[in-house]
């Protein structure tokens, strides 16, 4: 794809932005387990960063989905995961459905202001009984009166922690689970909401939570498209969200790869620098080559999408693939830093934690190889009903 002076523009502001704003406070933050969300994503607000892609009328750009990669993209220069995920929450996977599907109302009481940095976002699909499995949830809501009687529990909630609303997934009726959920608008103010947090392997500095709702009450007005059919709009929203993990994983990966070669290049061993071996040089070869194809497929993915093609099959190669690779950098670069890189402080030890959890979130790799082998048409007849993502007909609400 062919980036224009516009993207690139962008694409320098948001580095600007983490080199300035960020990346000096990413030790800190990283020991505290938490950065100042609503300080950080006011700045990103008036950067115009969260609504990259939405309409002007509610405070974006206007631009289409390629400017939020080249973003995700940009965001790959900070020296941790956890903060551009906690970015991409709010900007690609908290809020599409809302721009997309969401009344007017809606949008002007949750979409603005969190395109304005003022509010911090948050997705709750997830709970501890069904995580990849979307279809499994439990959280059910009720209605009573012109209200939604919400409880129930989700689980590994970025931004859970700090954030303002919920686009909560949630059972709206009984029968077919493709067909029974809505998305809808949570105040994570409301009674009854309560918050727990989760301690992780890595990500420290994004905030994670377990969400608790005991009879939370919101208005029925706050669902976002037509009822039961959230399923499809969560599916719809995950194809954006594997993108992003596409694009945010390219540059942080050249950033081990330049890292690594550096730090070989000088350490030395029975006399001569580390890089000089064969094994060494060669495999960082293959790994930037793999790096180069991955870009190559997650900017033909983008293309395809913003010109209003189904990339299921494609955007979850992407998220397969960059799951994959960012483990595989990590550990065979750190190894090539030998006793160094087993220190935590070191940054192939830090996107090691990091980087494991992009082949759990989001979809694990399983799911994407189930999702693939069903449209490659290679699954067999029984499995196929049991990978659900969305059919065509579905996909004409996009």
């Known amino acids: 794809m062919r980036l224009t002076e516009q993207h690139e523009q962008l694409r320098d502001s948001v580095i600007r932005f983490v080199e300035n704003e960020i990346n000096p406070f990413v030790d800190e933050w990283e020991q505290a387990e938490e950065f100042p969300s609503h300080e950080v994503f006011k700045k990103l607000g008036a950067l115009?960063?969260?609504?990259?892609?939405?309409?002007?009328?509610?405070?974006?750009?206007?631009?289409d989905f390629s400017y939020s990669a080249v973003v995700a993209e940009a965001l790959g220069v900070c020296t941790c995961g956890g903060i551009p995920m906690a970015i991409g929450v709010q900007s690609d996977m908290a809020t599409p459905a809302l721009h997309r599907f969401g009344t007017e109302e809606l949008k002007r009481n949750w979409l603005v202001p969190t395109i304005a940095g003022e509010m911090v976002a948050c997705l709750g699909v997830s709970e501890a009984g069904g995580g990849s499995d979307v279809a499994a949830i439990k959280t059910t809501a009720r209605k009573d009166g012109g209200d939604y009687v919400i409880s129930g529990s989700k689980m590994w909630i970025t931004n859970g922690l700090k954030a303002d609303w919920c686009c909560l997934?949630?059972?709206?009726?009984?029968?077919?689970?493709?067909?029974?959920?809505?998305?809808?608008?949570?105040?994570?103010?409301?009674?009854?909401?309560?918050?727990?947090?989760?301690?992780?392997?890595?990500?420290?500095?994004?905030?994670?939570?377990?969400?608790?709702?005991?009879?939370?009450?919101?208005?029925?007005?706050n669902i976002i498209g037509q009822e039961g059919m959230g399923f499809t709009l969560q599916m719809l929203q995950f194809q954006e969200e594997r993108l992003w993990a596409g694009a945010n994983s390219l540059t942080m990966l050249d950033r081990l790869l330049d890292a690594t070669i550096d730090y070989t290049r000088e350490r030395k061993a029975f006399g001569k620098s580390i890089l000089d071996n064969q094994v060494v040089h060669f495999r960082l070869a293959e790994l930037r080559t793999e790096v180069e194809a991955l870009r190559a497929l997650t900017w033909r993915a983008v293309e395809e999408y913003i010109a209003g093609k189904d990339v299921t099959k494609l955007?979850?190669?992407?998220?397969?693939?960059?799951?994959?690779?960012?483990?595989?950098?990590?550990?065979?670069?750190?190894?090539?830093?030998?006793?160094?890189?087993?220190?935590?402080?070191?940054?192939?030890?830090?996107?090691?934690?990091?980087?494991?959890?992009?082949?759990?979130?989001?979809?694990?790799?399983?799911?994407?190889?189930?999702?693939?082998?069903?449209?490659?048409?290679?699954?067999?007849?029984?499995?196929?009903?049991?990978?659900?993502?969305?059919?065509?007909?579905?996909?004409?609400?996009?």
């Open 169 to 221: 997934l949630v059972n709206t009726s009984e029968g077919d689970v493709h067909r029974n959920k809505s998305l809808v608008v949570v105040p994570l103010d409301a009674k009854g909401v309560t918050r727990q947090k989760i301690r992780k392997v890595g990500m420290f500095s994004s905030d994670t939570a377990q969400l608790f709702l005991d009879d939370v009450r919101v208005p029925q007005t």
């Open 315 to 398: 955007a979850s190669m992407v998220k397969l693939k960059c799951g994959r690779l960012t483990r595989e950098v990590a550990d065979s670069c750190l190894q090539y830093w030998g006793g160094m890189g087993y220190t935590w402080e070191n940054p192939l030890s830090r996107a090691l934690r990091d980087g494991r959890l992009v082949s759990i979130g989001g979809g694990a790799d399983e799911i994407m190889l189930g999702i693939i082998c069903k449209l490659e048409g290679t699954l067999p007849r029984e499995q196929k009903e049991k990978v659900r993502e969305p059919a065509k007909s579905d996909r004409a609400f996009a």
């Open 48 to 63: 115009g960063v969260f609504g990259v892609k939405y309409d002007e009328a509610y405070g974006g750009l206007g631009l």
